[in-house]
């Protein structure tokens, strides 16, 4: 084995029989959207890069804070210190350990408007997504956008001391896909959850905390599964949806396929992209003079005030009421002031930014 060849770095990889010679280079041929590049994206992009994956496309809106540190591997004090955007100290990191892959970062929040974009690369589709993100909104975009476009959908999640997994294999519209044609097709996220939990229904890492090793258990579990598919072992792929709890010691592996043949989902029986189109979306307005966005979140369900401003009391201050709910947090040493109604509707008071406005909303509220 000599160091001249490009595949050296991968012989104890290319030893196994699911992928060889011949499934490492499907690999180094490939391109895989991680999208969030946060505690589950760190460790996707890492273990990805290593596996010589030929073109990360590594897409986040935030910048590295000291309490990331405890999580995301790829991040250190220096970059906290320099306040480098994710993406970018992802691809720097990347750099240094595979020189062989092609990173490109992308410092945007992903929504509606730049999701199928984004899932072309040189006019071409990616061949995969990877889930590292830490709200269900933007999965529902992800979700459609696979089923429309015909792309596998590796979803994860974690927060506290729970994860899941799910690798989506869609059904298309003329159901030729490779997966479909040997008839492992998996439903798509929407068969299983019809709609988003309402924002705050959900804790997350900022509200409920998150220990470390279980983000690493769901994400090197998406790993695994984005390597099978993109080496092509589809009858490897997991079909179920996989729970695991790292404190109370419990595994779940739940039966979904039928969900597609019993459901009537709206986005991959019928063809309707909500969330693509923007239909259950949020957008944002910058509120002139009052150094505020307003972020409308388009909700079918009232929201449990009470639920939330339990889990916001020990960030600050919070005044709650049956209209809404008014919380002073601190964020990486910034002051910011929370208002959600109870129609899903927010304001952030502390900023001007869109994306940052998003981001607090997300971390202290949810999706």
């Not at 750099?95 to 730049?114: E, M, W």
Request: hydrophobic share 40%; net charge neutral.
């Amino acid at each position: 084995m000599s160091n001249n060849d490009p595949l050296a770095r991968y012989h104890r990889q290319t030893l196994l029989p699911g992928i060889g010679i011949e499934g490492q280079q499907k690999l180094l041929n490939s391109t895989a959207l991680v999208v969030g590049c946060g505690a589950l994206g760190t460790v996707i992009a890492n273990m990805l890069g290593r596996a010589g994956v030929g073109h990360l496309v590594i897409v986040d809106r935030d910048f590295i804070e000291l309490t990331n540190l405890q999580r995301q591997i790829l991040f250190d004090e220096d970059d906290v210190e320099q306040a480098i955007p994710k993406a970018e100290a992802a691809k720097r990191k990347l750099a240094r350990i595979n020189s062989q892959v092609k990173v490109t970062a992308v410092v945007d929040d992903v929504n509606h408007t730049n999701i199928e974009r984004l899932c072309h690369v040189d006019g071409k589709k990616v061949d995969i997504i990877v889930d590292g993100l830490d709200n269900f909104e933007t999965r529902f975009v992800l979700n459609d956008a696979a089923v429309k476009l015909g792309i596998p959908y590796v979803y994860g999640g974690a927060v506290g001391t729970v994860g899941m997994s799910y690798a989506i294999l869609p059904h298309t519209e003329k159901g030729d896909s490779i997966w479909e044609q040997q008839g492992v097709a998996t439903p798509c996220i929407r068969c299983i959850f019809e709609q988003a939990p309402p924002p705050g229904m959900n804790p997350t890492c900022d509200t409920a905390g998150v220990l470390g090793p279980v983000v690493s258990i769901i994400a090197n579990y998406e790993s695994i599964e984005a390597i099978k598919i993109l080496t092509g072992n589809w009858q490897a792929i997991n079909p179920t949806m996989i729970s695991i709890d790292v404190w109370e010691n419990t595994t779940r592996q739940f039966k979904v396929r039928r969900a597609y043949d019993v459901g009537e989902c709206t986005c991959c029986k019928k063809r309707d992209y909500e969330f693509l189109n923007g239909k259950f979306g949020s957008s944002t307005t910058t509120l002139c003079g009052r150094n505020a966005v307003q972020l409308s979140q388009k909700s079918t369900s009232k929201l449990d005030f009470e639920e939330i401003a339990g889990r916001l009391r020990p960030h600050g201050s919070v005044v709650v009421n049956k209209f809404m709910i008014r919380a002073e947090i601190t964020d990486n040493g910034q002051p910011y002031e929370i208002t959600l109604f109870n129609d899903g509707r927010a304001i952030v008071k502390g900023t001007k930014e869109s994306n940052t406005a998003r981001s607090i909303y997300a971390k202290y509220v949810g999706a």
